[in-house]
């Protein structure tokens, strides 16, 4: 299925990126800002949405159960969720963000998620080596549908 939310140039940054800002929102209404490691599906939801996948990896984290991490809370609470991710350089001709909007969910490693929980962290395993060696099988992904894309500077359309 087609894209038509991302240009081919912002699909390329996006997926080219390393890192992500995800940003999502505490029941009190703060801003709550992570940096995170995330891959960009190539395919597309049910209803056309580009789709994105971060993990809950295994580095110390202010809780050992994941599901207990406020960005998962939040998340649960008020699924409204943005990702940056920029490209920084001191030839200010080479700038350029893009600011994805969408809604996150869990994605669970059982039942009728499994199969796409597991692709998941397969590519993720491909785009960050350092997962290879963590225990992520039974942790929730973050998954997220892009639904609104904002990009600046020298994204290459």
């Known amino acids: 299925m087609s894209d038509p939310l991302l240009t081919e140039a912002q699909r390329t940054f996006f997926a080219e990126a390393r890192r992500a800002v995800l940003a999502t929102t505490s029941p009190e209404g703060r801003p709550r800002l992570v940096p995170v490691c995330f891959w960009l599906s190539p395919d597309v939801d049910a209803r056309g949405r580009p789709i994105v996948y971060t993990p809950i ?85 973050i998954k997220v549908s892009i639904d609104r894309v904002v990009s600046w500077g020298a994204i290459g359309d």
């Open 57 to 141: 990896d295994d580095k110390p984290k202010q809780s050992a159960d994941p599901r207990q991490l406020a960005r998962v809370r939040d998340i649960l609470v008020l699924p409204e969720v943005t990702l940056l991710v920029d490209r920084w350089s001191e030839t200010w001709t080479e700038l350029a963000w893009l600011r994805a909007y969408g809604a996150g969910e869990m994605l669970e490693p059982q039942a009728h998620e499994a199969a796409e929980h597991a692709r998941a962290l397969l590519e993720l395993r491909r785009k960050y080596p350092q997962y290879i060696d963590q225990e992520l099988e039974d942790r929730p992904i």
